[in-house]
């Protein structure tokens, strides 16, 4: 089981930016995916970015691409989201998952943080 605390949410006003950070600990071994999620109120939780710990696949969600950067501090064990840019749409909360395939659902969720961008 892998434990992951989410930290970095706030407040922002549109354009700004924020900086995630997700801590794992416990059997990080066992998994190679971490992405982020995010859920807006009323709306289903999506997919916002993913990668590898050994650096093999980055992805992420068209929405946004080119405004958010997720990277991994391997020493560490922390994944965090760089998000620039931000937009009154990009208000969520935000979930760190670990798993050890792209399966998200049967992977280790945060309890998420909180983004909130003002227009």
């Known amino acids: 089981q892998v434990q992951l605390v989410e930290s970095g949410g706030g407040l922002v006003q549109a354009g700004g930016s924020l900086r995630l950070s997700c801590a794992a600990s416990g059997r990080t071994s066992s998994s190679n995916y971490m992405a982020w999620f995010r859920q807006a109120p009323g709306k289903e939780r999506e997919f916002v970015a993913s990668l590898t710990w050994d650096g093999s696949g980055t992805y992420y969600a068209d929405s946004v691409k080119g405004r958010f950067t997720i990277g991994r501090i391997n020493a560490k064990n922390t994944v965090y989201l760089q998000m620039n840019s931000l937009k009154p749409e990009d208000t969520a909360v935000y979930y760190c998952?670990?798993?050890?395939?792209?399966?998200?659902?049967?992977?280790?969720w945060g309890r998420g943080t909180q983004v909130t961008v003002s227009s």
């Open positions: 998952v670990a798993a050890s395939s792209y399966n998200w659902k049967a992977g280790s």
